[in-house]
């Protein structure tokens, strides 16, 4: 006998965090130097949005790190060309 499902799950992706490219999403948080106000941050977040298998940037300013969710492996080396043509300067992926 089949599990009784609610009838608002019937309908929609059996898990919310799977996707079809990786079960786990990968986060890499980046480190930045050159940012020193909002739109600095903001045009980090659109450089690094705009790159193919980013889902999510979140820039901390404070920090001056940026944390990408993606839902495939990113080369370092797109990160790295997409920081660099914004104006800022890579330092490391920890």
């Known amino acids: 006998m089949p599990i009784p499902v609610p ?3 019937r ?4 898990w919310p965090w799977y996707n079809s490219d990786r079960r786990i ?3 890499k948080k980046v480190f930045i130097e050159g940012m020193s106000c909002g739109h600095c941050a903001a045009r980090i977040e659109k450089a ?8 999510k940037v ?3 300013l404070t920090g001056k790190f940026a ?3 993606t839902a495939k ?6 990160v790295l060309a997409a ?4 104006g800022y300067q890579f330092v490391k992926i920890g």
């Open 67 to 69: 944390e990408l969710d």
């Open 73 to 78: 492996d990113l080369s370092n080396e797109a």
């Open 11 to 14: 309908n929609e992706e059996p």
């Open 58 to 60: 979140k820039v901390n």
């Open 83 to 86: 920081i660099d043509s914004a």
């Open 25 to 27: 999403p990968v986060v």
């Open 7 to 9: 009838w608002s799950f």
């Open 48 to 55: 690094l949005g705009n790159l193919d298998g980013v889902s």
